[in-house]
C-alpha cells in the first residue's frame, strides 16, 4: 500500500533552516509528481510546491518562493523541502502527497510532521 | 491568484441528514476541483476529484457536481465517521489553492 513519511521537524529559530524528508513505498516513485502543503495550526491547507516526476521542474507558492526548495532522490524514494529563513509564519504541519497529473489532485498524503518557529 | 470560498463553514447534523457544501471560484476552473476531508488531528483524505469523480475507497454517499464557478459536496445520509472539516482545491492554475473549509460535526 502507498506510505509516505515525512520526518525532520521540530523547533528553530527564526532565521534559522531546516530540512524536511518524505519516504516513499508502496508505488512507482519515479512515476510521480509530488507535493508539499502545510497546515498552520488551526488553520486551513495552504500548497507550497510540487516537483515533476522527473524532477527537472518545479514551482512554488509566493510565500515560500526564494527560501524554499523542494527536491528528490529517486534512488532512494525521497521528497526533500529545504527551508531557510524561517519565521514565525512558517510554524505549521507540514505534508508530503502525491500528485496525479490531468485533474492535479492530491492522492495520498503522508502524517505529516510539525515545524515550529519560536525563539 | 484564484479564491474559493465555501459555505456553509460550519454545520450541525443528524446521522442519516442528508449534507451539501459550496465551494465558489473567484473565476471559472472548468473541471479542476477536488474534495478532501480531514478528520481531527489526521491528514486530509482525497474524497472527489475532477468535480464528480469518486476516488477508490470513499463510499458511494459522497457525491460532487458543478462546474465553472460553482461546485458542491453532497453528502447522502450523514455518517458518525463523516464528522471533520471538508476542503475544496481547485488545480486549474498554479498556486494551487483550497478553500477555508467547512466543519461538519454530529448534532
Known amino acids: 500500500q502507498v506510505q509516505l513519511v515525512e520526518s525532520g521537524g521540530g523547533l528553530v529559530k527564526p532565521g534559522g533552516s531546516l530540512r524536511l524528508s518524505c519516504v516513499a513505498s508502496?508505488?512507482?516513485?519515479?512515476?510521480?509528481?509530488m507535493t508539499w502543503i502545510r497546515q498552520a495550526p488551526g488553520k486551513g491547507l495552504d500548497w507550497i510546491s510540487y516537483?515533476?516526476?522527473?524532477?527537472?521542474?518545479?514551482n512554488y507558492a509566493d510565500s515560500v518562493k526564494g527560501r524554499f526548495t523542494i527536491s528528490r532522490d529517486d534512488s532512494k524514494k525521497s521528497l526533500y523541502l529545504q527551508m531557510s529563513s524561517l519565521g514565525a509564519e512558517d510554524t505549521a504541519v507540514y505534508y508530503c502527497?502525491?500528485?496525479?497529473?490531468?485533474?492535479?489532485?492530491?492522492?495520498?498524503w503522508g502524517q505529516g510532521i510539525l515545524v515550529t518557529v519560536s525563539s | 491568484d484564484i479564491q474559493l470560498t465555501q459555505s456553509p463553514s460550519s454545520l450541525s447534523a443528524s446521522v442519516g441528514d442528508r449534507v451539501t457544501i459550496t465551494c465558489r471560484a473567484s473565476?471559472?476552473?472548468?473541471?479542476?476541483l477536488n474534495w478532501y476531508h480531514q478528520k481531527p488531528g489526521k491528514a486530509p483524505n482525497l474524497l472527489i476529484y475532477?468535480?464528480?469523480s469518486l476516488q477508490s475507497g470513499v463510499p458511494s454517499r459522497f457525491s460532487g457536481s458543478g462546474s465553472g464557478t460553482d461546485f458542491t459536496l453532497t453528502i447522502n445520509s450523514l455518517q458518525r465517521e463523516d464528522i471533520g472539516s471538508y476542503y475544496c482545491?481547485?488545480?486549474?492554475?498554479?498556486?494551487?489553492?483550497f478553500g477555508p473549509g467547512t466543519r461538519v460535526d454530529i448534532k
Open positions: 508502496g508505488f512507482i516513485f519515479s512515476d510521480y509528481y
Open positions: 473565476q471559472s476552473i472548468s473541471s479542476f
Open positions: 502527497a502525491r500528485k496525479v497529473t490531468g485533474y492535479d489532485y492530491f492522492d495520498f
Open positions: 516537483i515533476s516526476s522527473d524532477g527537472t521542474y518545479a
Open positions: 475532477g468535480v464528480s
Open positions: 482545491q481547485q488545480s486549474y492554475s498554479v498556486p494551487f489553492t
